[in-house]
């Protein structure tokens, strides 16, 4: 008998011997150059570099391009495709449901910031363990070009005139709600939006991804903050934020003392780098003035505008036993027939 050694593959793998192919999806059925396939791909780098095993994420969305991406990422992972707004809650749901689970909410601009902006503050103020990312492209893109509630004021589209009405500022709102994790990127930064992600996917509440993510087929005029040319001629990054996860060597390519060191709740560290301005990611009231200036300005900030650990996430809230509910047998988890007599006798 005659052994024959399979031939040894040179494609990268990840800690758990994954090649990165394991972590795509389906084939993006979305316009060329749609800034919401960068950000599948970086959600795919992102996990592939931490060794994040798919089996155990699950990925929610609303309606709209972007709710329809996450079906082009993560193809073994449990995926829920909601109605439009409501994906914050039926993400909060499964989280509490199965605490194994990390969740990956990916929303539009309309889908949170109109139909579901409700949503999104009482999934943020509940801190509902997730990582919530917002493909902000200015305008409903599936519904072919109408405005948004984060379109620009004075913007003119084809169909939709010109809009009235001041934009909303998602990660100013989530700060105002007590988001513990907001940050702010572009979807043409495959490096910055990688990063945060994989610090995002390390928090342990609701972590909040604004992503400017251009719409090439209904908001890509030049004037238009949402588009690439304005991304790359207006992106001021706050901070250069470099993710170091717990299980990898710490490198880091800047001097020392330059430095500012943010533990996570796993043991993985962010770091944040200062640059021309003296940002302080832990400093609320400094994040809230930073945006309103930048909004002034109109200008995108970008980076971790904030962070804070303190909160308590909804399991921790829930005092969540250690066996997630769903593996509970159904006599756990039903209050006795004797408890509910108890509890209508109370009631009398
Ligand atoms: C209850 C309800 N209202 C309205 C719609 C129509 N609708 C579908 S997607 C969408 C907006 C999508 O915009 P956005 O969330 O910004 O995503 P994009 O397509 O730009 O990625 C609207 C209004 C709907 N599907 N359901
Ligand atoms: S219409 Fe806009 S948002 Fe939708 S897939 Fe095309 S480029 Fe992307």
């Given at each position: 008998m005659t052994t024959v050694n399979a031939p040894k593959s040179n494609t990268k793998v990840n800690k758990l011997g994954l090649e990165k192919a394991v972590y795509k999806g389906l084939?993006?059925?979305?316009?060329?150059?749609?800034g919401h396939d960068s950000i599948s791909a970086r959600i795919i780098d992102a996990c592939f570099d931490l060794g994040i095993r798919s089996e155990f994420i699950a990925k929610f969305s609303g309606i709209g391009c972007s709710s329809k991406s996450p079906a082009y990422f993560l193809s073994r992972s449990h995926g829920f495709n909601s109605l439009h707004g409501r994906m914050p809650s039926v993400a909060t749901g499964a989280m509490v449901a199965n605490r194994e689970l990390t969740g990956i909410g990916v929303s539009g601009d309309g889908d949170t910031?109109?139909?579901?902006f409700g949503q999104f503050k009482h999934a943020i103020r509940r801190n509902a363990p997730m990582v919530y990312i917002i493909e902000n492209n200015g305008v409903y893109g599936l519904t072919k070009g109408q405005f948004s509630a984060t379109s620009d004021v004075g913007q003119e589209l084809k169909h939709a005139g010109i809009n009235e009405l001041p934009p909303i500022d998602l990660c100013l709102e989530a700060i105002v709600a007590d988001c513990g994790f907001v940050a702010r990127s572009f979807a043409g930064d495959p490096k910055q939006v990688t990063t945060l992600l994989k610090a995002a996917l390390s928090f342990k509440g609701t972590a909040v991804l604004d992503i400017i993510s251009p719409c090439v087929t209904f908001n890509d005029k030049d004037e238009s903050t949402k588009s690439y040319s304005w991304g790359k001629a207006h992106n001021e990054h706050v901070i250069d934020a470099t993710f170091v996860p717990y299980f990898e060597e710490i490198i880091v390519d800047y001097a020392p003392g330059e430095a500012k060191e943010v533990e996570l709740h796993d043991g993985s560290k962010i770091v944040l780098k200062k640059l021309d301005r003296a940002h302080d990611a832990t400093d609320r009231m400094a994040a809230i003035k930073l945006l309103e200036e930048a909004k002034h300005k109109q200008q995108f900030i970008t980076g971790l505008i904030y962070i804070n650990q303190s909160r308590a996430d909804l399991r921790e809230q829930e005092h969540?036993?250690?066996?997630p509910l769903v593996h509970l047998p159904a006599a756990k988890l039903r209050p006795s027939k004797d408890s509910l007599v108890k509890l209508m006798e109370g009631m009398k």
């Open positions: 084939e993006s059925t979305l316009c060329n150059g749609c910031g109109s139909i579901g969540l036993p250690e066996t």
